[in-house]
C-alpha cells in the first residue's frame, strides 16, 4: 500500500505562500476568480441545455423519440466524466491543470456546436434548409462529446480547488465560499435559463431568417471562454497543490483484492469471515476495510436512486416538448417552451428555506422521526405524482390535438371559392354541399383513388396515404389540389397560406417575408408566422394595397381566402375570410407549474437530504468516493430514460407518464423496506475503534493464511501423483 507525504519543506512553501497571497475581508482574492469561473461555466452548461432538445427536433429534424435519447445520453456523460476528472486531478496533473486542460476542451465543445447550428454553412440554395444536414449532425454530436468530457471532468475539481485556498484556522470563510459558490451555481443556472430561450427565439440569418440557435449556443460559448480566461488570471495567486494519490482508486483496489481473495480461498477448510471485505486484511490495514464497508453499505442504498433521476431529468426533454404544444401567453409576455425550465431553479430558491425554517421543525414538533431516508422515499413519491400531473395535463393537451391521418388514411376538405352553395360527391361518402366561401370539415377516406364530383365537374383524384389536402372548387366545377401540413407547426409558430379567389394576380408580404404572386384560383405556401397580430399587405399588379390583420395564437394553421368580391379600398378586408385548418394550443402552459413545483418540493426532500445523508455517513476521507457516486445515479437515471424512449412502445405520450410514475412508486417502496433495516452509524466512532487494533492481529492472520495456503499446496499436489499412478497402473 502507497502513502503519500507532504514534505516539511513543500508544506513549509505553501504556508508562505498562503500568508504572502493578498486577501480582502479575511478572504483569498483568488476565490473570486474561481466564483466567477463557475458562474460563467454553469451558464454556458445549462444555457446550451436549455435549448438542446428543441435543436435536435427542429434544426436537426430528429422525432420527439430520438430527441429525448440524444438529450439524455449527453447528460448521462456529463455525470459518468467526473470520476475521470477526479482519478485524472487527484492522480496525475492536479486540480488546476486539470481544470484548465479539460475548460479548452470544454469550450472548443461549446464552440463546435455554436458552428454547427448555423444552416447557411451548407444552405447553398439558400432555402433556408441546410444541404448537408450529415455535416450539421457530426458537428452537433463532435460538440456535445466535447463538452460532456470538459463539463463532468471539472465538476469535482472546481469546488475542491477552491477549498484548497484557505487554511486550517479558517472554518468559517471556507464554509462561506462554498455557501457564495453554489449560489452562484444556481445564479448561472436561474439567468441562462431565463436568456437563452430568448435567444433561440429571434430569428438570424445570412440569406433568410430562421430560429437563432447559433446564438442561442454561442452565447454559452462566450461565456464559456470568459470562464477559462478568468480562471487563469488568477494563476499567481491560486494555491496549487500537487497530486496526492486517489481515494476512489485505493477504494477499488480494496475491493478488488478482497474479491480474489475470497474467490482462491472460496474452500470449506478456510473459516469464514464477518463480512466478506474482510479478506482483505492480508494486504489492507482495518481502518481503510472498516471505511470501504462504510461506502459500500451506502451505495448499496443508491441501487434504487437512479429511478428519481430517470424522471427528474426528463424536466429538459420531455417537459418541455410537451410545452411546445401548449399556450404561452402570459399577457405582457410570451414564455417560451425552454424557457418553462426556469421554474425549477426559482421555486428550489423558495423551497429551500421553507423546508429547514417551517417544514421540517413542524414535523419535529409533531413527533414524528422524519429521518433521511424516509425523507428521501418522500422524495421520490413526489416525483412519480409530479408525472402523474403530468400525465393528466398530457390527456387534457392531446384532446385539443387534431386528428391527423394515420399511415392508411388520406383526409381531404372543400374549400368553395364562391359565393353560392356548391354540391360535392366523394365515393364512398354521403353527398354534401359546400356553402359560400366556406369549406367542410376533414373527411377520412382509406382509397387513394377517389372519384369527386364537385358542382357540374367529375374527376378522380389521386392522394397519398397520411396527408391531408384541400380540393379548390368554383361554380364550374373546376378542382385545384392544395397539400395541407399533417402536424402541428413547429416552436408555437402558426402556418399561413393565402388562396386566391381574385380575378387578378396578388402578392402577399408579412413583415419582409414576400410570398409572390399568386395565380387566380390558386393558392401560396405556407408561411410560418409568430403569436400575435400578424399584419399582412396585399398588393395586386396596378400596385394597389390592402392590409390585413389576423390575430394568431400558438401552434395554429389558417388557410385565409381573398374571395372573388374581395375589392381594394378602405373595407377591403370585409369580405376576407380566415378558415381556420388547425387549431392553436388550448391549454395553457401556466398549468405545467403543478407538475414543476410537485417535482422541485420532491428535489428539495430528496436530493438536499441525500447529500446531506452521504456526507454524515461516509468516512471521513471518502466524501469524494460518495459523491462519484452520487453523480453515477444521475448518469444511470439518463440512462434508464434512453433505453425507455427508444424500447418504450407505448401510443400515447401520457402512457408513458404513468409507465414512469408506476416504476418510481415500485422502486420506492423497495427503497423504503431498504431504509428500514439500515442502521445509521457514526462514521467517527468506527474509524477511532479499527486504528485502535493492535497490528500483530493482522500479522498473525497473515500466518494463518500462508500456513492454510501451504497445506491445501500440499493436499491438491498429493492428490494429483495419486491419480498419476492410478492411471499408470
Not at 118 to 124: A, E
Not at 164 to 169: A, I, L, M, N, Y
Request: hydrophobic residues 45%; contains cysteine; glycine residues 6%.
Amino acid at each position: 500500500m502507497t502513502f503519500h507525504f507532504i514534505s516539511a519543506d513543500k508544506e513549509e512553501q505553501r504556508t508562505k505562500k498562503i500568508k504572502n497571497s493578498p486577501s480582502c475581508l479575511g478572504y483569498p482574492i483568488s476565490i473570486f476568480f474561481i466564483v466567477v469561473n463557475e458562474f460563467c461555466e454553469r451558464f454556458s452548461y445549462y444555457g446550451m441545455k436549455a435549448v438542446l432538445v428543441l435543436y435536435f427536433k427542429y434544426f436537426i429534424g430528429w422525432d420527439n423519440d430520438l430527441s429525448t435519447t440524444i438529450y439524455h445520453t449527453f447528460v448521462a456523460l456529463c455525470y459518468l466524466t467526473p470520476i475521470m476528472g477526479a482519478i485524472i486531478a487527484d492522480s496525475w496533473l492536479g486540480k488546476f491543470k486539470t481544470i484548465v486542460y479539460l475548460s479548452v476542451v470544454y469550450t472548443i465543445g461549446q464552440v463546435i456546436i455554436a458552428i454547427s447550428a448555423i444552416h447557411d454553412i451548407t444552405d447553398t440554395n439558400r432555402d433556408g434548409t441546410p444541404d448537408n444536414m450529415t455535416f450539421h449532425t457530426a458537428m452537433s454530436m463532435l460538440g456535445l462529446m466535447l463538452i460532456a468530457l470538459g463539463t463532468g471532468g471539472i465538476k469535482p475539481c472546481v469546488a475542491a480547488f477552491g477549498g484548497d485556498q484557505f487554511e486550517e484556522h479558517q472554518e468559517k470563510q471556507r464554509s462561506t465560499f462554498f455557501s457564495i459558490f453554489y449560489l452562484s451555481i444556481n445564479a448561472g443556472s436561474l439567468l441562462s435559463t431565463l436568456i437563452t430561450p430568448i435567444l433561440r427565439a429571434q430569428e438570424c440569418g445570412i440569406y433568410s431568417k430562421q430560429s437563432c440557435f447559433p446564438l442561442a449556443f454561442g452565447v454559452p460559448a462566450a461565456l464559456m471562454v470568459v470562464a477559462l480566461i478568468v480562471f487563469i488570471a488568477g494563476h499567481s495567486m491560486y494555491i496549487i497543490e500537487s497530486p496526492k494519490g486517489n481515494i476512489l482508486l485505493r477504494v477499488m483496489q480494496c475491493i478488488g483484492f478482497a474479491v480474489r481473495n475470497r474467490f482462491n480461498h472460496r474452500s470449506k477448510q478456510y473459516p469464514k469471515r464477518e463480512h466478506w471485505m474482510d479478506w482483505a486484511e492480508e494486504k489492507y490495514d482495518k481502518l481503510l476495510i472498516a471505511q470501504v464497508k462504510m461506502v459500500l453499505k451506502v451505495l448499496f442504498l443508491y441501487i434504487p436512486l437512479p429511478m428519481f433521476w430517470a424522471l427528474f431529468d426528463q424536466q429538459g426533454s420531455r417537459w418541455t416538448l410537451q410545452a411546445t404544444t401548449m399556450d404561452g401567453n402570459f399577457g405582457a409576455f410570451i414564455i417560451q417552451p425552454d424557457q418553462i425550465q426556469i421554474v425549477n431553479p426559482i421555486l428550489i430558491v423558495i423551497m429551500v428555506p421553507i423546508m429547514d425554517s417551517a417544514v421540517y421543525p413542524l414535523i419535529k414538533k409533531c413527533h414524528i422521526n422524519f429521518t433521511p431516508l424516509r425523507r428521501m422515499t418522500v422524495g421520490m413519491l413526489l416525483a412519480a405524482l409530479a408525472f402523474v400531473a403530468a400525465a393528466l395535463l398530457q390527456i387534457q393537451i392531446d384532446k385539443t390535438m387534431p386528428d391527423f391521418p394515420s399511415s392508411s388514411q388520406i383526409q381531404v376538405k372543400f374549400l368553395n371559392l364562391e359565393n353560392t352553395s356548391v354540391p360535392v360527391v366523394v365515393e364512398g361518402q354521403e353527398p354534401f354541399a359546400v356553402s359560400g366561401f366556406d369549406s367542410n370539415d376533414y373527411m377520412t377516406l382509406d382509397s387513394e383513388n377517389v372519384t369527386v364530383s364537385a358542382g357540374e365537374r367529375n374527376a378522380t383524384a389521386y392522394f397519398q396515404k397520411k396527408t391531408r389536402h384541400t380540393v379548390l372548387i368554383n361554380t364550374d366545377g373546376m378542382l385545384q389540389t392544395l397539400n395541407d401540413i399533417t402536424e402541428k407547426p413547429n416552436q408555437g409558430m402558426n402556418a399561413i397560406r393565402f388562396v386566391n379567389g381574385f380575378r387578378s394576380h396578388l402578392n402577399f408580404t408579412i413583415k419582409s417575408d414576400n410570398l409572390g404572386l399568386i395565380a387566380p384560383l390558386q393558392g401560396s405556401g405556407y408561411l410560418n408566422v409568430s403569436h400575435g397580430k400578424a399584419n399582412f399587405t396585399i398588393v395586386n399588379e396596378e400596385g394597389q394595397m390592402c392590409h390585413y390583420i389576423l390575430q394568431l395564437g400558438f401552434g395554429s394553421s389558417y388557410t385565409v381566402l381573398i374571395p372573388s368580391t374581395f375589392r381594394f379600398g378602405e373595407s377591403c378586408t370585409e369580405n376576407i375570410k380566415a378558415i381556420q385548418d388547425i387549431e392553436p394550443n388550448g391549454i395553457h402552459m401556466a398549468w405545467q407549474v403543478i407538475q414543476y413545483f410537485l417535482m422541485t418540493c420532491g428535489e428539495v426532500v430528496f436530493s438536499v437530504t441525500g447529500l446531506d445523508f452521504s456526507y454524515a455517513q461516509a468516512p471521513s476521507n471518502m466524501k469524494s468516493v460518495l459523491q462519484a457516486g452520487w453523480l453515477l445515479t444521475v448518469a444511470m437515471g439518463n440512462v434508464i430514460v434512453l433505453i425507455v424512449a427508444e424500447a418504450g412502445s407505448l401510443p400515447d405520450q401520457w402512457a408513458e407518464y404513468v409507465l414512469f410514475a408506476s416504476l418510481l412508486v415500485a422502486v420506492s417502496i423497495i427503497f423504503a423496506v431498504m431504509a428500514y433495516f439500515y442502521t445509521y452509524i457514526d462514521p467517527a466512532e468506527i474509524e477511532a475503534k479499527s486504528m485502535e487494533l493492535e497490528p500483530e492481529e493482522k500479522k498473525k492472520k497473515e500466518l494463518e493464511m500462508t500456513a492454510k495456503d501451504n497445506s491445501v499446496y500440499l493436499n491438491n499436489k498429493m492428490s494429483k501423483n495419486t491419480d498419476v499412478n492410478q492411471t499408470k497402473i
